[in-house]
């Protein structure tokens, strides 16, 4: 290809680092390209908008596409086909066209579980109990990711009944047991102890809404250790009140750089050294 013409679908992207990250694994390949922001609205209004570029893909005016919030889960009757994690987790965050044939792919689940064994280290499944906050398509990945690698995982929303139909319709594509919850103190302040992750799969907490946090006030148990998906900012206010407590805490930086490699891989057959994707982003 002559030029890799690159690009993220989702609303809002201001604070995105993807771009960033996509320009200099380019580089680092010698591979001319772009990456570019598209901001598409929530359905109804962007209906078109969203179509029209999934045709571009098919069309080959575009070698490839991210998806975030809140079209993870949207895009997926719009595509062709879908890989096996993808189709179990029930969203898509990569985007590409083969043989006249529009793929979708989920390379958040194991973007987020290399990065999870590197935060946690040889602690990874000592404590086999997760508990994860949230039931949107981030959570779904992340849940996926952790009871494929034999986690007991506990689904807490605010809305129960979201919960409980991310355990129905996940349940049956991994090995590990999943349990819905509601997200409020009093339900939480049992299931706390014995919980070694506890991962932010809201966007609770991002900017700019930096003083908020998804956690409800319950003291956290000493073996836990706390992961938020988000990074923007750098350390959320639920992982400064983590760490105030004592407990080991890190943001989504991680993840964000693991699943860029591998869409990054998906599309044009590179592997960037993790070096390059860091330094990418470690003056943000």
Partial sequence: MDFWR?????????HSLSPQLHLAALQ???????Y????????????????????QVWRGELSGLNVTIPHKQIVLPLLDQ???????????????????????????????????RRFLGSDFGRLPYALVLGAGGAARAV?????????????????????EALVKSLQPAVTGTLTAVSLSAHVLADKVAGMGLIVNATPVGMTPKTLASPWPGVTFAEDTAVYDLIYNPRDTRLVQDARAAGVRATTGLGMLIEQASLAFTRWTGQQVPYEVWRDAVSEN
């Fill in 6 to 14: 690159l690009g993220l679908i989702g609303y809002p992207l201001e």
């Fill in 28 to 34: 680092a390949v010698n591979l001319p390209g772009e």
């Fill in 36 to 55: 570019v922001l598209y901001p598409v609205r929530p359905l109804p209004p962007g209906q078109s908008e969203l179509v029209g570029l999934l045709l």
């Fill in 82 to 116: 879908l890989t096996p994690a993808a189709r179990a987790i029930g969203a898509v965050n990569t985007i590409w066209c083969e043989d006249g044939v529009l793929w979708g792919d989920n390379t958040d689940a194991p973007g987020f579980e290399a990065d999870v």
């Fill in 143 to 163: 849940v996926y990711a952790l009871a494929q690698a034999g986690w007991a995982v506990t689904i807490a929303a605010r809305r129960l009944e979201q919960a």
